[in-house]
């Protein structure tokens, strides 16, 4: 089983920053894919950001420019460092990873998430 788990959620007023932390825990035998999506009230949960099985990185439109992904392999965490965050920011950030378990099985992993709001 592989455990994500998150932290660096919390309150921020407009304009402000705030770093998410999501670490991959467990047996497994490589990650693939790893990243960020969120979920607002009443929406459905889109992407954020992730790094892709092909090593990229890949952004929403609504964030690009503010908020940088990156990544420790040794510790098998991604960080999501939020800057200029805006009100419509606010929502639930899930942490997500693919990969294998063992070289014969694939899994797939969310975490519980983190709230983020952005109020003044």
């Known amino acids: 089983q592989v455990q994500l788990v998150e932290s660096g959620g919390g309150l921020v007023q407009p304009g402000g920053s705030l770093r998410l932390s999501c670490a991959a825990q467990g047996s497994f035998f490589s990650i693939n894919a790893m990243g960020w999506y969120r979920q607002a009230p009443g929406k459905q949960r889109e992407l954020v950001a992730t790094?892709?099985?092909?090593?990229?990185?890949n952004y929403a439109d609504s964030v690009k420019g503010r908020f940088t992904i990156s990544r420790d392999n040794a510790k098998n965490t991604v960080y999501l460092q939020m800057n200029s965050l805006k009100p419509e920011d606010t929502a639930v950030y899930y942490c997500?990873?693919?990969?294998?378990?063992?070289?014969?099985?694939?899994?797939?992993?969310w975490g519980p998430g983190t709230q983020v709001t952005v109020s003044s």
């Open positions: 790094f892709t099985s092909g090593g990229n990185t």
């Open positions: 997500n990873a693919e990969g294998k378990l063992v070289p014969s099985t694939d899994f797939g992993s």
